[in-house]
């Protein structure tokens, strides 16, 4: 895997001309950022960082990971929809961890009140490595499934054909026809137009929320654009511009502007630089409405890291699919080592292990976003300081993976070009849509393959460390 494109990898004068193609090709593409000096400006804008050649993906593994997206919607879905579970799951993390408190107290409340929401829609990525075994052998190990804001189906619809252009340019033709085609940008408005279809207002607009710094605005417009293209209005706002002017009906219809809102689709919200006093009376607002959420909280708190811990568990999956024991098996395939660090025996062994051998484990608090995770030394200096503390339930520890790295570039505007050792993660997009108890539609929307170098041990695109890459399978 790792000799890929071997006979261009070093030629310099290939590579630059390569490279200057690659750039104006992103940028006529559309695989745009604002930059970080101007964020809300699109007067200035700059490439999205991305690789010059596609990355070797194990076909056997990408098959896999799409094979199993649909059980990963059905998993999340149950879950969402099981108190009981949530409630048990996260018990000792909403003492803890006040984040995930607040979110659950909205979710108890929303609860109380009785739903007004009838139709659900799911729009998850879950997201893998390619772990080695000792004998070498090449297994698809998930990190984690997102299921709030999952970024990047917009821009890596645009990536492939920048990556066809480069390996034609490189003499590859046969090679670049064999790229998998990919555009989860058409896939998440399918989702989202199913969901405003269902809802059952004509007039009704699909609101983005977003957040104060949009430096990703294209990769939303991707998916905006489909939905223009099917005639669905759509609307862009910020939690400040619910609290002001949000309002319910008796039928807890959600108005907005004197514009009624058939579904909210979050780009923001899931981490708690997102929240104010008023933000979160503003969630409280959108929770309670009729409006679709694109995640209800339900569904936000289905992908906290936790939840991933405890489906770990034997039994566990069996209990939450019951008579779906084929999807049990594919997705606990899937799964790397996941370690509970609650208070008691198993946590506090569970802890000396990984402050013993701290290289062996990631530790990864209750957050989405990228550039949260603890690894090494860092892992082991916070270990050892909450490995008492009721503070360490607000953590999950897991199996470091071990990919095999490739050579590539990686091309950022203004930096130097050189050659890296890069590891790559696969995220399969997945969409769903429950109108009362039936499964309306259940299917996999695309992919996105993300690399970085190896001296980087954490963060995606919207971090800064990672880049788009296109698969290419072997």
């Known amino acids: 895997m790792a000799a890929l494109w071997e006979d261009v990898l070093y030629n310099e004068l290939v590579i630059r001309e390569a490279a200057s193609l690659a750039v104006d090709a992103a940028l006529l593409e559309g695989m745009l950022m604002r930059t970080e000096e101007e964020p809300n400006a699109s007067d200035v804008v700059n490439y999205a960082p991305f690789t010059l050649l596609p990355s070797a993906v194990p076909s056997s593994l990408f098959e896999q990971a799409y094979a199993v997206q649909q059980d990963f919607n059905l998993l999340v879905d149950a879950i969402s929809q099981n108190k009981e579970f949530l409630e048990r799951t996260l018990a000792n993390t909403i003492k803890v961890d006040d ?26 990525r879950s997201d893998y490595m390619f772990d080695r075994g000792a004998d070498g052998t090449l297994a698809l190990k998930q990190i984690e499934i997102n299921t709030i804001a999952a970024s ?105 502007d004197g514009q009624e809102v058939a579904v909210v689709y979050y780009r923001e919200g899931y981490v708690p630089q997102n929240y104010d006093l008023q933000n979160w009376e503003a969630r409280l607002l959108l929770e309670r409405s009729r409006a679709v959420k694109c995640p ?80 090494g030394e860092e892992l082991r200096q916070v270990l050892e300081k909450i490995k008492d503390s009721p503070e360490r339930t607000s953590y999950i520890l897991m199996d470091k993976i071990k990919p095999q790295p490739s050579k590539n570039y990686l091309l950022r505007a203004h930096t130097p070009l050189k050659v890296s050792e890069c590891i790559s993660e696969l995220g399969i997009f997945g969409i769903y849509v429950r109108q009362g108890k039936e499964m309306v539609t259940n299917k996999s929307a695309g992919h996105l393959l993300r690399t970085k170098a190896v001296e980087h041990a954490d963060g995606g695109v919207a971090a800064g460390v990672a880049v788009l890459d296109t698969p290419y399978l072997v």
Request: one cysteine or more; glycine letters at 8%; aromatic letters at 8%.
């Open 152 to 256: 990047f189906g917009g821009l890596t619809s645009r990536t492939l054909a920048v990556h066809r252009q480069v390996l034609k340019m490189l003499g590859k033709s046969e090679e670049a026809s064999h790229l998998p085609p990919n555009n989860p940008s058409k896939g998440l408005a399918l989702g989202i137009a199913k969901a405003w279809e269902l809802y059952g207002s004509q007039s009704a607009v699909v609101m983005f929320l977003v957040e104060k710094v949009q430096r990703n605005i294209f990769d939303q417009r991707c998916v905006e654009n489909e939905l223009w293209n099917r005639n669905i209005r759509v609307i862009r706002k910020r939690f400040r511009d619910v609290f002001e002017k949000g309002s319910l009906d008796d039928a807890r219809r959600l108005y907005i």
């Open 99 to 124: 984040f995930t408190a607040r979110l659950f107290r909205i979710y108890t409340q929303v609860l109380e009140e009785g739903l007004a929401q009838s139709v659900f829609l799911g729009i998850n």
């Open 296 to 375: 209800d909280i339900a569904t936000q708190l289905a992908g906290t890291k936790k939840v991933q811990q405890e489906l770990s568990r034997p039994g566990t999956l069996e209990r939450l699919l019951p008579g779906h024991a084929e999807s049990v098996a594919r997705i606990r395939a899937t799964f790397a080592g996941l370690y509970s660090l609650d208070l008691g025996e198993e946590g506090d062994k569970v802890a000396a292990t990984a402050i013993a051998d701290p290289d062996w484990f990631v530790l990864k608090p209750q957050r989405e976003g990228g550039g949260n995770n603890l690894y």
